[in-house]
C-alpha cells in the first residue's frame, strides 16, 4: 500500500478549503482547522477527515498545507503558521491574489520549507479537479523538491498547469477577474438604478443578452465579500477600473459628438487586438446554440419520457414531456413541472435507467420455466436480461423434474406492474414453457 501525504488545510469549514477537503481526500490524510469548533466538528465528521481548531498544532506533522483563508487573513495566517511547520513540508495558498501571500511565505517560512504560492481558478461548485486550470506561482530555490510532484500530481488528474510568477498573476487576474467581475457588477447596479425589470427584459432579449445575463447574475449572486476583497487587495485592478471607466466616457463623448468614424475606428482597433476571432465566434455560438438545441431535442420528446437535471438545484426529475417553449419546458409525472432550459441538462438513456433504479420503487415477480438439464445459466441469466422492461434478474431456485428437464425459477424486477405480462408473452413467445 503506498503511503499518503499528510494535508493539513488552514479554514476548510466552507468554501474553497471544504471542496479540497472533500474532493482530495482519497489521496491524502486530510486534516482541516477553523476558529469554529461547531461547524468545524461537523465537516470533518461529514467528510470523514481530522480536525483541530489549533492552526499550529494541526501542522505539526503536515507534509503538505494549504491556507484557505479569505484574502484579507491571508499574510497573518502565514505569519501565525509558517514559521512552525515541519522541515522538508510544502505551504501552499489558494489566495486569488498572489503578490502579498508569496511575499508573506518567503518572509515567514523557515529555510528548510518549501512554498508553492497557486490559484485554482474555478470556484467550489464544479464537481471535480479533472480538466480545470492551476496557476502555479514557484519562487526560485524555493520549491525544488516539491514542484515536480504538485506538477506530476496535476497533470496526472488531468489539470490544465499555468507556471508564471506573482506579479504576471496578479496582473493579468485584474483583468480575468478584476476588470470581469467589475464590469458585470456595474452594469448589474446600473440596471437596478434604472429600474429595470430584469424577468421583463428577457422576454424582449435576443440570445447574447440571456447569455450575457445569466453571467452577470453568476457572479452577482456569490460572495460579493470576496469579490471586494478582490477589487481591493490586487493593486493592479485599481488601473483596470480606471482605464475602463476612461474608456467608457470617451466612447460616450463620441457619440454625444456625433462623431461616428471615431466611433467605428475604435471598434476595428479593438477587433484586430483580440486573438482568436473567428475561434471566439464559434465558442459564442455554441453556447448561444445550446438553448435552441436543448429546445429541439426535447420539442421531438413531446410525449416520451426524458430525465432533466436541474443545474441550480442539483435534483434530477424524470417524465413525461408536455410543453416545450423558447425558454422553459415542462414536464409531467405525478406532478406538472415547470424547468428552465438555462437551467437544465438533458440526461442520456443510461442516466435516467440509473436514477430511475435508484429512486424508484421496483415491482418484483417469480417466474418459473420447465428447461433442458444442459441449460448454461449464465446465458439463460442474459437472456433475461435483454427482455424489454426487465431491470434486474436471478435465479432463485433451480430443481430438476428429470432425467432431461430441469425447473428454473427465475426473480426479476421492473419499473411497471404492466411489464409482467409483457415478460410472461415474451417468454412463451421463445418457447420457455412456464409452470
Known amino acids: 500500500m503506498i503511503e499518503k501525504d499528510n494535508m493539513t488545510i488552514i479554514g476548510a ?46 501542522v505539526q506533522n503536515a507534509d503538505i498545507v494549504i491556507f484557505c483563508v479569505p484574502i484579507e487573513y491571508m499574510v497573518e495566517t502565514i505569519k501565525e503558521v509558517a514559521p512552525h511547520a515541519p522541515e522538508g513540508s510544502l505551504l501552499m495558498d489558494v489566495c486569488s491574489v498572489k503578490t502579498e501571500a508569496a511575499e508573506a511565505l518567503m518572509e515567514y517560512a523557515p529555510e528548510n520549507v518549501e512554498i508553492l504560492p497557486c490559484h485554482p481558478m474555478f470556484g467550489p461548485r464544479v464537481p471535480s479537479i479533472e480538466r480545470q486550470i492551476i496557476v502555479l506561482t514557484p519562487i526560485e530555490n524555493r520549491a525544488n523538491t516539491w514542484l515536480d510532484r504538485v506538477k506530476k500530481y496535476l497533470t496526472e488528474s488531468e489539470c490544465e498547469i499555468v507556471i508564471t510568477t506573482p ?57 460579493p465579500y470576496l469579490y471586494y476583497s478582490i477589487q481591493k487587495n490586487n493593486k493592479e485592478t485599481d488601473y483596470a477600473r480606471k482605464t475602463l471607466i476612461k474608456e467608457s466616457t470617451y466612447l460616450s463623448k463620441l457619440i454625444e459628438d456625433g462623431r461616428e468614424e471615431d466611433f467605428v475606428k475604435n471598434i476595428i482597433e ?33 410525449g416520451n419520457e426524458v430525465g432533466l437535471k436541474d443545474l441550480y438545484t ?74 424489454e422492461g426487465v431491470i434486474d434478474v436471478k435465479i432463485a431456485e433451480r430443481k430438476q423434474i428429470s432425467d432431461s428437464m430441469t425447473n428454473f425459477t427465475f426473480e426479476y424486477a421492473t419499473f411497471n406492474k404492466e411489464d409482467k405480462e409483457y415478460v410472461e408473452e415474451y417468454v412463451k413467445g421463445i418457447g420457455w414453457k412456464i409452470n
Open 167 to 223: 506579479q504576471e498573476h496578479d496582473k493579468y487576474m485584474s483583468i480575468v477577474q478584476g476588470l470581469t467581475h467589475f464590469s458585470f457588477i456595474t452594469l448589474a447596479s446600473t440596471i437596478r438604478k434604472m429600474n429595470i425589470n430584469v424577468k421583463r427584459s428577457r422576454s424582449f432579449s435576443s440570445p447574447v443578452y440571456s447569455l450575457m445575463m445569466d453571467m452577470v447574475s453568476r457572479v452577482v449572486y456569490q460572495n
Open 314 to 387: 442539483g435534483n434530477t426529475h424524470v417524465g413525461t414531456v408536455k410543453k416545450v417553449t423558447s425558454k422553459f419546458v415542462i414536464l409531467e409525472s405525478d406532478r406538472e413541472i415547470e424547468l428552465k432550459l438555462s437551467n437544465i441538462d438533458i440526461l442520456s438513456a443510461k442516466e435516467v435507467f440509473e436514477w430511475k433504479k435508484a429512486n424508484i420503487k421496483l415491482e418484483r415477480f417469480h417466474l418459473s420455466v420447465e428447461m433442458p438439464c444442459q441449460c448454461d445459466e449464465k446465458f439463460l441469466i442474459k437472456m433475461f436480461e435483454h427482455i
Open 270 to 302: 479593438s477587433s484586430n487586438h483580440m486573438d482568436e476571432r473567428e475561434e471566439a465566434l464559434v465558442r459564442s455560438d455554441k453556447a448561444i446554440g445550446m438553448l435552441s438545441q436543448k429546445a429541439n431535442i426535447l420539442t421531438k420528446s413531446i
Open 13 to 58: 469549514t466552507r468554501g474553497f478549503g471544504r471542496w479540497i477537503a472533500e474532493h482530495l481526500n482519497d489521496n491524502f490524510n486530510i486534516t482541516i482547522t477553523s476558529p469554529n469548533e461547531d461547524s468545524l466538528r461537523e465537516v470533518a465528521e461529514e467528510l470523514n477527515v481530522d480536525y483541530n481548531t489549533d492552526n499550529v498544532e494541526a
